[in-house]
């Protein structure tokens, strides 16, 4: 495992981060990583720890809590294909990228083309490391990066809920992408460069309400796979995590959220940025556009208020990054 | 006497074409003051609404300003359709083409916001901060529908 781990999750993305951009990445570590990676699936470390599924199936209160958490990381945003009025779930969602389309999967309980047949070990897998059940990687337009901070517990919460949705079957689409990015096993190398699994580990030394909106911002949020600027190659740039980006998805621009004053919230009060999370109303009364519609909507909004005050009070904490985008 | 023809129908060319460019920036013109007109218009909107948001929170002192401000937003609502002629996009305009394909819908919203700001115009006159503040948000939806469907997101040019 990496050491960075150890640390606050901030923090262990920014030395991680610095010493990528460096390149010095010890050889011998580089060849134990490319070991476990290639581990056979189901016998390494890559093998989540498996909870069991019992007999009896998920309690109506782990499928609630699913539910919320399903909410929290606005799963439907991306697996729903709105657009030409898909099912919730059920995936075919184009996601236009620098590397080609990619069509989101089919994560309702069909066994035959969405995830009916999962095991609990192997939804573990696919969220916290980003390994498919036949064992290949999934692309990072899957935001495992992100997701591989989620408690174990909660991720078996998310499987609960999805579990308890009606099933709908609809055949995958298979992702259409440029070369070389269409070679899937190419992944090795980016998951080398960008891919830092590990848990989440609460910082005891700040209140129990950041670490509760550190947590969701960084690990079941996911806010940092579109408000953090990525490398020409697709990782996110660690040194500006947050810090926004012209080159949102769809060319959208993606906001600063660090407290920046000018170019960040460093002049939003909390109740602002709480407001903003449920309303979409940016405190000078213009509102949010675009992909953050879908993500309000899809979930966020419907966050208790404790817990988007949580949000921003870690997102008040961070350290402010002078970074302008926009106009 | 074949030349002759030749510089006059260079002239001529030069003359209409000359005529066109202009017409054309002309239009360019008139489009981009339009839109300058109306995002003009949309940030004292913003303005107005902010004010009383400060009302609101308890930050300033309900007012005559407060009720002018929500006046302000009224009458600007009126305004808006007719800031927005057939095909007023420019670059600087994040206006969707589909304001002028489905004009019904953009005007019903349009006043659908003139009705929350005469009820915000109303509760801004009796003084009462709380109804002020919750037709604040009802207003500030109405805004944001409008949007939602008819305005891009921002993208760097």
Redesign the interface.
Known sequence: MPRADAAGPAGALLSRGRRGARGAVPAGFLFLFWLLLLWPPGTGWAAAPAAGDTASGPSAIAISRGRYLVEAGGCAACHTDAKDHGQPFAGGRALKTPFGTFYTPNITPDRATGIGGWSDAQFLRALKQGIAPDGSYYYPAFPYPSFTRIRAADALDIKAYLFSLPPVRHENRPHDLRFPFSLRPLLVFWRLLYFHPGDFHPDPARSAAWNRGAYLVIALGHCGECHTPRTFLGGMKPALFLAGT??GP????VPNLTPDRGTGLGDWGQDDIVTLLK???K?????V???M?EVIRGGLGQLDDSDLAAIATYLHALPPIRHKV?? | MRMTYLVAGAGMLILVGGVAASVTTARADDAQAVVTKRQDLMKT???S??AI?KVVKGQAAYGPDTVKAAETVLSNSKEIPSLFPKDSITPKSRAKPEIWTHWDVFKQKDSNLQIQAAKLVEVAKAGDVKAIGAQL?VV??A??AC??TF???????
């Open positions: 012209n080159k769809e060319g959208e621009i309303t979409g109303m405190p000078d009364f213009d509102n556009q675009g992909a519609t926009g106009h | 909107n913003g303005k609404l902010q948001l948000q500030g939806k805004c944001g949007h939602e305005r891009q997101p921002e993208k760097k040019q």
